[in-house]
């Protein structure tokens, strides 16, 4: 299947699992943050984290959310380090896709004893 940053997902979700390799499960989320940030930054992988992107509604800002991680301006990643991923986690990234009018977000869980990862990419039927 050919999507738009199809190399650049793949990239991340390397750099995922090879912290997952590292450390495993059990840790906080921030401790999952941090490792893939120097992950990133090994990979040659532009990226901001923990940027504060603002909310709006009827295109009004009504609040700010936290992004764990905008890579190259273009792609959304959101981590978890649950021990199972909900529908709630998944609407949470759609939204935030929709919200911040990008189209193309991963959802990384650190949470079990493999990597489980889930692009997400916002069409017009889920915009």
């Known amino acids: 299947m050919e999507y738009k940053h199809k190399e650049l997902t793949h990239a991340v979700i390397g750099c995922a699992m090879q912290v997952h390799r590292t450390?495993?499960?059990?840790?906080?989320?921030v401790v999952y943050q941090r490792s893939l940030a120097l992950e990133l930054e090994a990979a040659g992988i532009a990226f901001q984290r923990e940027i504060v992107?603002?909310?709006?509604y009827r295109e009004r800002e009504v609040g700010s959310r936290r992004a764990d991680f905008m890579i190259e301006g273009c792609v959304l990643v959101e981590l978890k380090a649950v021990s199972e991923i909900t529908p709630?986690?998944?609407?949470?990234?759609?939204?935030?896709?929709?919200a911040y009018q990008l189209e193309i977000g991963l959802l990384l869980n650190f949470g079990e004893a493999s990597l489980q990862f889930r692009r997400f990419i916002r069409t017009s039927g889920n915009a």
């Open 53 to 56: 992107m603002p909310l709006f």
């Open 23 to 29: 450390l495993g499960a059990g840790f906080p989320e």
């Open 88 to 98: 709630l986690h998944q609407q949470q990234i759609i939204n935030y896709l929709k």
